[in-house]
């Protein structure tokens, strides 16, 4: 069984900046992709990063040049640095394990099989 724990959201104004984190538990960690997906009041959940077991990215179009995924296998732990955070931001962030090893990242949520409980990103105007 994978677990997996979210942490670093809170409150932050326009333009601020925050590093999410995401620790899983267990062995199989290095050899999945990883990604960050949000769901704000009322919307689907949406995805915002992924990275690969080889340290590939992919961002949603909404996110670029503004999120970084990074990933540290010997902490079994993913990141999410958001920089130039927008009020649009605002949502729950999930983090979660692609079900298929050494795979490319997916866009799809139906690819992951292993969620976090979510951590809350409030942007203030």
């Known amino acids: 069984q994978v677990q997996l724990v979210e942490s670093g959201g809170g409150l932050v104004q326009a333009g601020g900046s925050l590093r999410l984190s995401c620790a899983a538990s267990?062995?199989?960690?290095?050899?999945?992709?990883m990604a960050w997906f949000r769901q704000a009041p009322g919307k689907e959940r949406e995805f915002v990063a992924a990275?690969?077991?080889?340290?590939?990215?992919t961002y949603g179009d909404s996110v670029k040049g503004r999120f970084t995924v990074s990933r540290d296998n010997a902490k079994n732990t993913v990141y999410l640095q958001v920089n130039s955070l927008k009020p649009e931001d605002t949502a729950v962030y999930y983090c979660?394990?692609?079900?298929?090893?050494?795979?490319?990242?997916?866009?799809?949520?139906?690819?992951?099989?292993?969620w976090g409980q979510g951590t809350q990103v409030t942007v203030s105007s």
């Open positions: 979660a394990r692609d079900y298929r090893p050494l795979s490319n990242t997916a866009t799809d949520k139906d690819a992951y099989n292993y």
């Open positions: 267990g062995r199989t960690f290095a050899g999945y992709s």
């Open positions: 990275i690969s077991w080889s340290g590939g990215s």
